[in-house]
């Protein structure tokens, strides 16, 4: 059975701000680089999960 995971509007955006720090480049730089492969194996899986939050930050 899946799990389901509830979380407020800010704590997606601190979530994400995280993400982009651990990244080490701003959402911009991030987006570009992924766009042409041009980062680390974990950027490109941060950089997924921040489009996946951007996703759900879309909805509401």
């Known amino acids: 059975m899946p799990t389901v995971i ?3 509007r800010e704590d ?3 979530q ?3 993400l982009l ?3 080490g480049l701003t959402y ?3 987006r570009d680089r992924a766009a042409v492969y041009a980062v ?3 950027q490109l899986m941060l950089w997924h ?3 996946g939050l951007d ?5 509401e």
């Open 6 to 8: 509830h979380l407020s």
């Open 12 to 14: 997606v955006l601190a």
């Open 16 to 18: 994400r701000e995280a």
């Open 21 to 23: 720090r651990r990244a």
């Open 28 to 30: 911009e730089q991030l």
């Open 40 to 42: 680390t194996m974990d």
């Open 49 to 51: 999960t921040i489009e």
């Open 55 to 59: 996703y759900l930050l879309s909805d």
